[in-house]
T-cell receptor
Framework: GQQLNQSPQSMFIQEGEDVSMNCTSS?????WLWYKQDPGEGPVLLIA?????ELTSNGRLTAQFGITRKDSFLNISASIPSDVGIYFC???????????FGTGTSLTVIP | DVKVTQSSRYLVKRTGEKVFLECVQD?????MFWYRQDPGLGLRLIYF???????EKGDIPEGYSVSREKKERFSLILESASTNQTSMYLC????????????FGEGSWLTVV
């Protein structure tokens, strides 16, 4: 099945720094979703995006649905130690109900 | 809040055993999914269901079957467990509406020895 290209694969940052990650696809998506997964747990939904150009925030997290509908971005501002985890994107094509997933970005925050 | 509940968090089974992984969602969602997650391979779709008694193969259905007798419940069955099925299994559900969102359970860690 299709996988989304997510980058970077991993990030090591100092507490307080901002973080950016993105996902790209060769296909046009009508939905972009961002999740955080802690070790041994299921993914938890952070932000859902449904319209091209849409910018949505959830606390210190901001995500954008790219204008081309082929990409999405997630930013985390002023990172804290509990931001540690794996972040991944998911998308849904215009047709069909399957979701496609990014390979994940592993975030480490150094206190 | 959407709740997707997986009945077993941790299981250890012997090779050749039949294994049942149960999943229940409480939001009347149309669509339900089973994925497995392995390091370096990401999430891979095993089976999904758009309706009661309906199922579709995903990317890696071999060695698995599913059952959806009721809308809220989607079961994954390993007919004869093998060591290469040791993995984290994730159940998910989605409403299937225009603004669709997929919600995951907590995961089931299966070890086959």
């Amino acid at each position: 099945g299709q996988q989304l290209n997510q980058s970077p694969q991993s990030m090591f940052i100092q507490e307080g720094e901002d973080v950016s990650m993105n996902c790209t696809s060769s296909s046009i998506f009508n939905t972009w979703l961002w999740y955080k997964q802690d070790p041994g747990e299921g993914p938890v939904l952070l932000i859902a995006l449904y319209k091209a150009g849409e910018l949505t925030s959830n606390g210190r997290l901001t995500a954008q649905f790219g204008i081309t509908r082929k990409d999405s971005f997630l930013n985390i501002s002023a990172s804290i130690p509990s931001d540690v985890g794996i972040y991944f994107c998911a998308g849904q094509l215009n047709t069909g109900n399957q979701f496609y997933f990014g390979t994940g970005t592993s975030l480490t925050v150094i206190p | 809040d959407v709740k997707v509940t997986q009945s077993s968090r941790y299981l250890v089974k012997r090779t050749g055993e039949k294994v049942f992984l149960e999943c229940v969602q409480d939001m009347d969602h149309e669509n339900m999914f089973w994925y497995r997650q392995d390091p370096g391979l990401g999430l891979r779709l095993i089976y999904f269901s758009y309706d009661v008694k309906m199922k579709e193969k995903g990317d890696i259905p071999e060695g698995y079957s599913v059952s959806r007798e009721k809308k809220e419940r989607f079961s994954l069955i390993l007919e004869s467990a093998s060591t290469n099925q040791t993995s984290m299994y994730l159940c998910a559900s989605a409403p299937g509406t225009v603004e669709n969102t997929i919600y995951f359970g907590e995961g089931s860690w299966l070890t086959v020895v």
